[in-house]
Nanobody, 126 residues
Framework: VQLQASGGGLVQAGDSLRLSCELSGRTFSNYVMGWFRQTPGREREFVGAIHWSGANTYYSDSVKGRFTISRANDKNTVDLQMNNLKPDDTAVYYC????????????????????WGQGTLVTVSS
């Protein structure tokens, strides 16, 4: 399985950015897809997740109302639309895939995911 994330960059506070992640090598619709982020010296932080069907999403309180996750099962892609970005959103963002057989529960827990992308850097300047 390969996860390829893209779309990171340098933006100003208040701007928007859209990250995308493509899964290859497996049936995409068999996976919960999650987004996490990490800054140096800190634990990997849950951002949001989307059910394998696309019917449910779940977000951390820090991004709820600003970030939106969507997926296109016919294209094997999951997107993270980030609006009203803040300097505290600066991090390396990772997409991850969690096997459907593990269920929807614990979608916020990094250890529950089977595969990880390489990360894409988002920098938000004030």
């Amino acid at each position: 399985v390969q996860l390829q994330a893209s779309g990171g960059g340098l933006v100003q506070a208040g701007d928007s950015l859209r990250l995308s992640c493509e899964l290859s090598g497996r049936t995409f619709s068999n996976y919960v897809m999650g987004w996490f982020r990490q800054t140096p010296g800190r634990e990997r932080e849950f951002v949001g997740a989307i059910h394998w069907s696309g019917a449910n999403t779940y977000y951390s309180d820090s991004v709820k109302g600003r970030f939106t996750i969507s997926r296109a099962n016919d294209k094997n892609t999951v997107d993270l639309q980030m609006n009203n970005l803040k300097p505290d959103d600066t991090a390396v963002y990772y997409c991850a895939a969690k096997e459907r057989r593990k269920g929807w529960d614990y979608a916020a827990i990094p250890a529950s995911y089977n595969f990880w992308g390489q990360g894409t850097l988002v920098t938000v300047s004030s």
